[in-house]
């Protein structure tokens, strides 16, 4: 894992740089979730509307909508599939779950892919994201940090 102004990239994942999203495959689904920058900007969450699953998304569409202390807007996906599961429960059961830990419980779903090589934007992996994001959180400006109980 690295470690840049604090905020935490995790090797072991894909990165939609420009959308603050992580991407990690698992088997013929895929996991999907904001980054530590992406917390860090958005400020504590207040809602999150994550799609039902069942419902189909172009490349670039939306997967869930949050609402925190400064933004409103959409979470995006960077390939078209399908919304399988939604991490529905645990931002019922703490919503600053994504906040707290992004990485793990706070994913907000998962997706069948039609096909992960086709993205709207690139998913970048290693050492490869691990520059990005350090060029991404120096441009923005960011020092990443957690909210804590």
């Not at 994201?129 to 020092?143: C, F, G, N, Q, S």
């Given at each position: 894992?690295?470690?840049y102004q604090?905020?935490?990239i995790?090797?072991d994942?894909?990165?939609d740089?420009?959308?603050d999203?992580?991407v990690?495959?698992e088997g013929?689904?895929?996991?999907?979730g904001m980054?530590?920058?992406a917390?860090?900007?958005m400020?504590?969450?207040?809602?999150?509307?994550i799609?039902?699953?069942?419902r189909?998304v172009?490349?670039?569409?939306s997967?869930?909508?949050?609402?925190?202390s400064?933004?409103?807007?959409?979470?995006?996906t960077?390939f078209?599939g399908e919304?399988?599961?939604?991490?529905d429960?645990?931002?019922?059961?703490?919503?600053l779950?994504?906040n707290?830990d992004?990485?793990?419980a706070g994913w907000?779903c998962?997706v069948?892919?039609?096909?992960?090589?086709?993205?709207?934007?690139?998913?970048l992996?290693?050492?490869?994201?691990?520059?990005?994001?350090?060029?991404r959180?120096?441009?923005?400006?960011?020092?990443?940090?957690?909210?804590?109980?």
């Amino acid at each position: 894992m690295s470690v840049y102004q604090g905020c935490h990239i995790p090797d072991d994942r894909l990165y939609d740089i420009e959308g603050d999203l992580w991407v990690r495959p698992e088997g013929d689904l895929v996991r999907l979730g904001m980054t530590d920058v992406a917390q860090t900007r958005m400020g504590k969450l207040v809602s999150i509307h994550i799609k039902r699953s069942g419902r189909k998304v172009k490349a670039g569409g939306s997967v869930a909508t949050v609402e925190s202390s400064k933004w409103v807007g959409p979470i995006h996906t960077p390939f078209a599939g399908e919304v399988v599961t939604a991490n529905d429960q645990a931002f019922e059961d703490d919503i600053l779950v994504a906040n707290r830990d992004p990485y793990e419980a706070g994913w907000i779903c998962l997706v069948r892919p039609d096909d992960i090589s086709e993205t709207d934007r690139p998913l970048l992996e290693g050492e490869e994201a691990a520059v990005a994001y350090r060029h991404r959180i120096d441009e923005l400006e960011v020092k990443c940090f957690r909210c804590a109980d």
